[in-house]
């Protein structure tokens, strides 16, 4: 996670430090990462949005089927990201 700290604006570092956290269980850290990745990648128009779009699917559909979808949620609401 130090690259996030030389580099803030560069999406590559949310990216990893999301699936990172997200394995180790540490869903919410997870979500909020990918989910800025994903605003960073969009941001220049990155062909790898798409990459932290499936890994936002995929993160929603785990945390539903475990119940814990509010965190989905929140971290969307956090990130400004509109749910639909």
Do not use: C, W
Not at 33 to 45: E, G, P, Q, R, S
Request: no cysteine; aromatic share 16%; hydrophobic share 30%.
């Amino acid at each position: 996670m130090k690259f996030i700290g030389v580099h803030p604006d560069d999406p590559e570092g949310y990216f990893g430090a999301g699936r990172t956290y997200y394995s180790m269980n540490e869903y919410e850290k997870g979500v909020d990462n990918m989910f800025k990745a994903y605003i960073l990648y969009n941001d220049v128009k990155s062909p790898y949005v798409n990459d932290a779009l499936q890994n936002l699917q995929y993160y929603y559909s785990d945390l539903k089927e475990k119940g814990k979808e509010k965190i989905f949620e929140d971290m969307a609401e956090k990130n400004k990201v509109g749910l639909k």
